[in-house]
């Protein structure tokens, strides 16, 4: 399996971040694979979250 496939199927489960896209599907360009993604035609959502740290994040799904 490759890591865009692992990054994928986390994507349909539920919202990452980059920190968990790292982490889980090492992966260390998550906006870079999503925009992959979106030209391939699949439907990726995004919204800002905020860390316990304070900063400011995108998080992504996929949109099953």
Not at 17 to 27: F, G, S, V, W
Not at 34 to 50: A, K, L
Request: some cysteine; overall charge positive.
């Amino acid at each position: 399996m490759t890591m865009q496939d692992r990054l994928l199927e986390l994507l349909k489960a539920e919202w990452v971040t980059p920190i968990d896209a790292l982490q889980k599907a090492q992966c260390f360009s998550l906006s870079q694979r999503c925009g992959e993604f979106r030209r391939q035609g699949i439907n990726v959502m995004s919204q800002w979250v905020h860390l316990p740290s304070g900063k400011k994040v995108k998080a992504y799904r996929v949109a099953v």
